[in-house]
């Protein structure tokens, strides 16, 4: 079952594919939910059922021509407006990245190490990553020392777990049954 979040993503996924921008719509996207989390006032100027449509539309409108950003993105936010959905920007942002990296074939990974990746390392893996899962791989990478060695990546719900300290709780929980 798809939520209300997830229809207002979908239509801005298929607006997005078929205007051949899709990475331009989603970087202006996540620039706006970043100006938008940001400033209280404005969460709340959209928020509020007291200020008429027409003013939230002619003050979206400034924004998006401020940033540079598309009419793509503006009409965007004026059906949210129209719908009264502004209050589920993040959460339809959020929705709209999933939902575009899938259409195009990339899988978001999550991948953590013991130790900084250098850039040899980082192509490698994503290309190991691509040949497991046959999407294109878009990582995201931090540093955990307390993996002793080795590194954890999860890919939606897989999690890949090469990592020393996992090699160790399996080899101590063996030992205890032996």
Same mark, same amino acid.
């Given at each position: 079952?798809?939520?209300?979040?997830?229809?207002?993503?979908?239509?801005?996924?298929?607006?997005?594919?078929?205007?051949?921008?899709?990475?331009?719509?989603?970087?202006?996207?996540?620039?706006?939910?970043?100006?938008?989390?940001?400033?209280?006032?404005?969460?709340?100027?959209?928020?509020?059922?007291?200020?008429?449509?027409?003013?939230?539309?002619?003050?979206?409108?400034?924004?998006?021509?401020?940033?540079?950003?598309?009419?793509?993105?503006?009409?965007?936010?004026?059906?949210?407006?129209?719908?009264?959905?502004?209050?589920?920007?993040?959460?339809?942002?959020?929705?709209?990245?999933?939902?575009?990296?899938?259409?195009?074939? %990339? $899988?978001?990974?999550?991948? *953590?190490?013991?130790?900084?990746?250098?850039? =040899? !390392?980082?192509? /490698? @893996? +994503?290309?190991? #990553?691509?040949?497991?899962?046959?999407?294109?791989?878009?990582?995201?990478?931090?540093?955990?020392?307390?993996?002793?060695?080795?590194? %954890? $990546?999860?890919?939606?719900? *897989?999690?890949?777990?090469?990592?020393?300290? =996992? !090699?160790?709780? /399996? @080899? +101590?929980?063996? #030992?205890?049954?032996?």
């Amino acid at each position: 079952m798809r939520t209300v979040a997830g229809e207002y993503a979908g239509a801005l996924a298929d607006v997005a594919l078929a205007s051949g921008r899709a990475e331009v719509l989603r970087q202006e996207v996540r620039s706006f939910v970043e100006l938008a989390a940001g400033s209280a006032d404005l969460r709340n100027f959209l928020d509020s059922p007291a200020i008429p449509r027409e003013t939230k539309q002619e003050l979206l409108g400034k924004l998006v021509k401020q940033m540079g950003a598309s009419n793509e993105l503006r009409n965007f936010l004026f059906v949210l407006v129209d719908h009264h959905r502004t209050g589920m920007l993040a959460e339809i942002a959020r929705e709209f990245e999933s939902t575009l990296l899938e259409r195009l074939g %990339v $899988a978001e990974a999550s991948i *953590t190490s013991a130790r900084e990746l250098s850039g =040899a !390392q980082k192509q /490698k @893996l +994503a290309g190991t #990553l691509e040949s497991l899962t046959g999407k294109k791989i878009e990582a995201r990478y931090t540093v955990d020392a307390t993996l002793v060695g080795g590194l %954890v $990546a999860r890919i939606g719900s *897989t999690v890949y777990d090469g990592s020393v300290r =996992a !090699q160790l709780e /399996k @080899l +101590a929980a063996r #030992l205890a049954r032996e």
